[in-house]
């Protein structure tokens, strides 16, 4: 079929490539595509063959049924039914795992083949029927035709490797001896037993007895399964009543089942409860107690209902009540008894109770230091064993020879050893259920003693050591030295003993090249021998070593690492302190001075430069001595400046014993890339003293720039600065240039064309029994060993494994990642794949097993064949168990008992140390660079920007250089110019003009409204509005002259460059004029017009400003080109006497007069200025025009100061008051005023009154009149009844509310009577206002009728 259908694809090629050469197509443009195609058709169709694989056993028959479920892990005997199998002679016990592994691999690979029959079907149909119509689609057919090839070999793979893991498990399996016991047709049924062995879930097959080589098995079915149960033991037997106790069970075959748990069922014997079991890492699983009582039952269900059954004992827990002893030593073995109640249990139930059927279930444990928790299973700082006493009223805790943690623990006793109940006593009286652990005890007998302080003559100090208490071991302690102590000076007494002093540190280096060797000690290590006690001793020995050293010194010994026994806490019982008395100078340090740095070969880079700092005095010394230095400057301009030409740098030396002599450094990063080339820069170094160190002074003829510690020249030695030119250009050397980076290694040649190449570039065979699922790795990992190593230019490589690898990975990695690989295994399965790292996995068996990489470069125009040969082994028997190892050889005999050490002897006196050496020579001052013979200084004006230059260079304009050895001129700064080269300074911008940018050749005009206040300006922010002469408020001057200017052969070509304004010549002229004008007479550009006339013209008064000339006349000048006239100008000035006033603000005649008699005085004078010396008068005018200038003025002195507007003389008033005081006057008014406003006010509150008093009898009339009682005119037969008064306080009884009808009393805010009752009658008053007509004519009508009935009454 495969041959068929590559014949087809080649016809179907073949007629497309015919149809395009007849439509004039030769093809080119489709090459690609058919190659392409081919290359896919050639190496994705395959010839797939189910060829099976050699095996040693065959499937006959199923398993129809099992009488059998679960066994123990004893023997047990089952029967099964066998259809259709062989003569079963075995049954065999096949782990499930294996057999439901293949039966999934089996069931992919029935998968992947129907989905591979089905593509290859479509990949078919489209190669015979589409191809040159459909190309793409042929191509993606072919395409899941391959990768569905490729997944069924994979699953095809997986299958075998799973049905050889199969096999090789029946082989090995566990089996038991079956016999038929009935047959009936194709059925029949067999009795097997079932061995011995490890738990678990197993398929069972039958199996007959081999023939020629191969076994008749029926087939594995993993629903043909046994569990043999196995439960090896559980843990603990026995919890309190209270329930929580947690039992772990081991056994096999717990985890057996993916996704499946184990249960607990527990019965009290009424019930049974349920609990889902716990599955642990290492295979066991716990389930948790209830609370119960009793014995019970106790069965572990495995997940398909297989169970084992375990004893469970319940108990009352143990309440500790007394602890004897109390205390306890904390090394070595020890007992001690703890009361307790329900000790029944233990007696009854523990190891050798007399409960014979239960004996133990019960395990006595102590568990120490659980603290007031009351989780009983807190962790404890120890657990010992435990056992009932004699009395059965105890339990005796054994402590095994351990060590115990100092301190007060609690004691709790558990039945099981998992629980420990907190005794009720612990909370109330703890000290009754503890222990306390300590001891044995060190100690120094002394912190300090008087015997404990010697000096430098020799002699031994003995300082004694204590061991108290009861040893049982060997106690050993070590001595720590330490330098230095704190305890009271030698030979004080009384209060003066409580001051403690911190002494210096003595020292005990034997071997130290300075000679500091203050004292030794001897034994660092104290021993008791078991039993032993009481003092040992440590022996200190002072040296006399001649070397500076403190006054007093101390050192401190510490026990410290004690074994067997405890150290006392306190510090001044563990330490003991011996002071050494001793006093010699210290060493004299001092800076060496005039040290040069000259820059690297690489400029711009930081350089780390050293400043020598030697010992210029003093002895030798034992202790370090330490100084602090400092990098530091004057501030002087030759000083170099921190954070830009150096890193401020600080520091600390130390010259430990023996380094006397030796010059250290104090160290300074130059910064070389701001160090400029002509640079000559100063640092100095402080030192400081800080301890057993002396520094010499700075002398006060100290000069930073001739005797400072560095001296930093910019430039290479030999070389000139910048600033300066070289005199000697044929004998200077330059510096060698900077090295160049190494070039770079030739490339390597290029690899094959990405088209051909068809190489692989690493392989790897990596030996695995179990199929790994991914295809792509990151990398090729490391394999077992091939022969030869592997190349790419070589074919033919083999390999052997042992007889227990099934099988192999085979990794391998292309050079392209498009290339394509055809493998076959022994030419009969062959596999697609296309990655950069890919992996195949090859079942192996025993023998040769040979397989082919044939590799495809993406054109498909070269390949490569790899031919790889594994030799399986066959199967050795177990080697010999190896001999045993020989016997351990004795161990050493114990060490000699130990013994005190006897005092060492004194020692001699020592030599003195050697002299000092001489401190170095003094070193003259560097020459500065600038100074060398060959260099001379650039004037000024003049600049070098580099070193070594042969020649200086004039500044250009807009900069100068004012002083001599110049780099680089200096940028006029804004407000100032310079047009020339080779200047030595800048000039200000004059009047009128300004710079804004630094190196301004010249200055900027200001525009015609604004000017500047100064020369030298940067802006023009001053205001040159002109005078408001129409403004009723101003008044001016106008001064009027003529001027003209003389030079032989004169003119302005040089005027905008002279003045410094950037302009244009007459433009030129006119600002100079009007910077002139406007400066002498202090006015703005605003207040000046000019009229300029040049050679030939005449310049005149302004046709406007003539006829306001008062006096008629006006001036007019002829610049004559006969007499050398450079321009003629006539000048008009406003110059303002008074300034606009506010609104609401005048001023006054004299004022004014006096403001403009000022101006006209103060142009006066400036004009006299300018008739003295025109020349002068105009100096930026004449200095633009350069040379010898001549001027003449030209004026009317009559008419040369106009004020054209007066003021007006006020007007006079004359006095109508006369003599008379016009304050008085005005006092009486105000006065008057007041009264007339007081009687108004007096008089509206009477009319007021009035009114209310009026309201108020009409108020009491009506009501009269509603209660029939009014006034007879006859009074002799009518008498009032009622007054006024009364009829008010009725009135205001009638107002008032009701308080007994509503049940209750207001609180009201209480008012005078008088004024409740004229609120009311006022209120009643408005009511009536307010009523309506009808309202008014009934209340009339009824008023009439009770009016009536009154008078009625009064006659009667």
């Known amino acids: 079929a495969t041959r068929t259908r590559t014949r087809a694809h080649e016809r179907a090629n073949e007629r497309a490539r015919a149809r395009r050469l007849r439509h004039g197509d030769d093809g080119r443009d489709g090459r690609r595509r058919d190659g392409a195609t081919t290359a896919l058709t050639l190496t994705l169709t395959l010839a797939l063959l189910d060829a099976a694989t050699a095996m040693t056993m065959r499937v006959r028959g199923t398993l129809e049924t099992l009488t059998r479920a679960c066994a123990t892990s004893e023997s047990a005997s089952f029967e099964f039914t066998q259809r259709d199998g062989g003569a079963t002679t075995r049954c065999v016990f096949t782990p499930y795992d294996v057999v439901r592994e293949a039966e999934r691999a089996s069931a992919n690979a029935t998968a992947m083949k129907a989905i591979f029959v089905e ?37 095809k793979a997986v299958n075998a490797s799973a049905h050889a893991a199969v096999e090789a498990a029946l082989a090995i399996a566990d089996s038991g001896t079956a016999t038929q016991v009935s047959a009936s047709g194709s059925e029949a049924t067999y009795g097997c037993s079932i061995p011995a062995g490890a738990g678990g879930v197993y398929a069972v097959v039958a199996a007959a007895d081999p023939a020629g080589g191969v076994t008749d098995v029926t087939k594995p079915d993993s629903s043909k399964t046994i569990r043999r149960t196995s439960l090896r033991d559980y843990s603990p037997k026995s919890g309190p009543s209270t329930g929580g106790t947690v039992v772990t069970f081991s056994g096999d075959g717990f985890n057996d089942v993916a996704g499946s748990t184990m249960n607990c069922s527990i019965s009290d014997g009424n019930s049974v409860v349920v609990q889902r079991a716990t599955h642990l890492p290492d295979g066991t699983v716990t389930c948790e107690m209830p609370a119960q009582s009793g014995v019970i039952d106790v069965k572990l269900v495995y997940p398909d209902s297989c169970y084992e059954t375990a004893q469970f004992l319940y108990y009352q827990n143990p309440d500790v009540l007394l602890v004897i002893p109390r205390h306890a030593p904390r090394f070595g073995r020890n007992n001690f008894s703890a009361y307790a109640t329900n000790t029944y249990y233990a007696s009854q139930y523990g190891p050798g109770g007399s409960d014979a059927t239960h004996a133990g279930k019960v395990n006595v444990t102590c568990a120490l230091g659980m603290g007031t928790s009351s989780n009983q299973t807190a962790s404890a700082i120890a657990v010992v064993p435990g056992v009932v006493s004699a009395s059965g009223q105890a339990i005796t805790c054994m402590v095994p020879d351990i060590t115990i943690p100092m301190g007060t623990h609690d004691v709790r006793v558990s039945y099981n050893g998992q629980q420990y109940m907190l005794p009720n006593l612990v909370l109330t009286d703890p000290s009754k259920v503890s222990i306390v652990a300590r001891g044995p005890v060190l100690r120094t007998k002394h912190y300090y003693s008087t015997a404990q302080n010697g000096n430098e003559d020799a002699r031994v100090i003995a300082v004694p050591v204590e061991l108290e208490g009861v040893n049982r071991r060997l106690v050993s302690v070590g001595v720590n030295v330490t330098y ?116 690297p070969l690489y ?140 070039s770079p290694p030739p490339p390597s040649p290029p690899p094959p064309s990405v088209s051909v190449d068809s190489a692989i570039l690493s392989l790897s065979v990596v030996a695995n029994t179990t199929v790994a699922m991914s295809s792509v790795f990151p990398y090729v990992p490391d394999g077992i060993a091939i022969q030869p190593a592997f190349d790419p230019t070589r074919h033919t490589y083999t390999a052997t494994v042992p007889h227990g690898v099934t099988g192999v990975q085979v990794f391998y990695q292309f ?18 794949a296309a990655s950069l790292v890919n992996m195949k996995y090859f079942t192996l068996n025993q023998g040769d097993n040979v397989i082919r990489l044939i590799t495809t470069s993406p054109n498909g125009q070269s390949s490569e064949t790899y031919r790889l040969t594994i030799e399986r082994l066959a199967m050795v028997a177990n080697p010999p168990s190896p001999p045993p190892p020989p016997p351990a050889p004795p161990s050493p005999p114990p060490p000699p008992p130990w013994t005190h050490p006897s005092p060492p002897p004194p020692e001699g006196a020592l030599q003195a140390p050697p002299a000092p050496p001489a401190p ?39 900069s100068a250089s004012p002083s001599v050895l110049t780099k680089a001129c200096v940028q006029c700064p804004q407000g100032m110019y310079m047009a020339e080269s080779g200047a030595t300074q800048c000039l200000q911008c004059p009047r009128d003009a300004f710079a804004n940018v630094t190196g301004a050749r010249l200055c900027t005009p200001c525009p015609r409204q604004a000017t500047t206040s100064t020369a030298g300006s940067t802006m023009c922010n001053v205001s040159t509005a002109p005078v408001d002469r129409a403004h009723p408020d101003v008044f001016y001057v106008d001064v009027v002259f003529g001027v003209s200017f003389h030079q032989a052969g004169g003119s302005l070509a040089n005027m905008a460059a002279n003045i410094g304004v950037d302009a244009d010549a007459n433009s030129a002229f006119v600002r100079a004029m009007e910077i002139d004008v406007a400066t002498k007479f202090n006015v703005t550009r605003g207040s000046i017009r000019l009229d300029v006339a040049q050679p030939g013209a005449t310049a005149s008064t302004p046709a406007g400003r003539r006829r306001l000339l008062q006096s008629g006349s006006s001036v007019s000048v002829t610049c004559s080109a006969s007499q050398n006239c450079i321009r003629a100008v006539v000048v008009t000035v406003t110059m303002q006497a008074t300034e606009m006033l506010r609104f609401g603000v005048v001023r006054d005649y004299e004022t004014t007069k006096a403001a403009i008699d000022a101006t006209r005085a103060q142009a006066a004078a400036i004009l006299l200025t300018l008739r003295s010396d025109p020349v002068a008068f105009f100096s930026t005018t004449t200095a633009g025009i350069g040379g010898v200038v001549q001027g003449q003025l030209y004026e009317d002195p009559s008419g040369s100061l106009i004020v054209e507007k007066e003021p007006t003389p006020p007007r006079g008033v004359p006095n109508v008051f006369g003599d008379v005081n016009v304050a008085l006057i005005v006092v009486s008014c105000i006065c008057a005023m007041f009264a007339a406003f007081v009687a108004y006010t007096l008089l509206r509150r009477t009319r007021a009154r009035r009114m209310l008093t009026k309201i108020e009898n009409e108020v009491i009339e009506s009501e009269k009149r509603r209660v029939g009682v009014h006034k007879v005119k006859d009074s002799s037969k009518v008498t009032a009844t009622v007054n006024k008064a009364t009829w008010k306080k009725v009135l205001a009884q009638k107002d008032a509310p009701d308080d007994a009808e509503k049940g209750q009393v207001k609180k009201q805010i209480q008012m005078r009577e008088q004024s409740q ?40």
Request: hydrophobic residues 40%; contains cysteine.
């Open 484 to 599: 230095g102590g704190i305890s009271q000076m030698p030979g004080t007494s009384g209060d003066q003993a409580l001051v403690q002093v911190t002494h210096a540190s003595a020292r005990d280096n034997a071997t130290d090249a300075g000679g500091d060797y203050d004292f030794s000690v001897s034994p660092t290590t104290l021993h008791w021998m078991a039993g032993e006690s009481g003092e040992n001793f440590v022996y200190v020995r002072i040296r006399n070593d001649r070397v500076h050293e403190n006054a007093l010194e101390a050192l401190t010994l510490t026990l410290v690492d004690a074994m067997n026994a405890d150290i006392e806490t306190d510090f001044k019982n563990k330490s003991a302190v011996v002071t050494i008395a001793d006093d010699d100078p210290a060493p004299l340090f001092g800076v060496r001075a005039r040290n040069v740095a000259f820059p």
């Open 920 to 958: 170095p020579a003094p070193t003259p001052r560097p020459t500065e660079p600038r100074d060398n013979a060959t260099c001379t200084y650039c004037s000024a004006g003049s600049f070098a920007s580099d070193m070594n230059s042969l020649q200086c260079q004039l500044c250009p304009p807009g």
């Open 603 to 742: 400029r711009y880079s930081q350089e780390t430069v050293k400043i020598p700092i030697d010992i210029i005095g003093g002895g030798n010394f034992a202790l370090p001595a330490v100084i602090d230095y400092e990098i530091v400057t004057s501030g002087a301009a030759s000083s170099a400046v921190a954070g830009v030409h150096y890193a401020a740098a600080t520091g600390r030396l130390t010259w430990m014993p023996g380094d006397y002599g030796k010059t250290q450094y104090a160290e300074v990063v130059l910064d070389w890339s701001n160090i400029p080339s002509e640079a000559s820069l100063r640092l100095h170094v402080n030192l400081t003293a800080v301890s057993e160190s002396r520094v010499a002074a700075i002398p006060s003829s100290f000069v930073e720039s001739e005797d400072a510690a560095l001296f930093i020249f910019g430039v290479p030695p030999g070389s000139c600065p910048p600033g300066t030119r070289r005199t000697d250009p044929t004998t200077y050397v330059a510096p060698p240039p900077v090295p160049q980076a190494l």
């Open 119 to 155: 593509r290859d079907a479509n990949a078919e149909i489209f190669a015979q029927n589409m191809v040159g119509i459909d190309d793409e689609g042929v191509a993606a057919a072919l395409a899941a035709n391959a990768s569905a090839s490729a997944d069924y070999e994979r699953a």
């Open 1317 to 1356: 009752i004229t609120l009311a009658h006022v209120s009643r008053f408005k009511q009536s206002r307010q009523s309506s007509a009808i309202e008014k004519m009934w209340q009339a009508r009824n008023e009439r009728a009770a009016i009536g009935v009154g008078i009625q009454r009064v006659k009667r």
């Open 815 to 832: 050079r392209q990642s498009t290339t394509s690989i055809t493998t076959t295994l022994s030419a009969r399965r062959r596999l697609l």
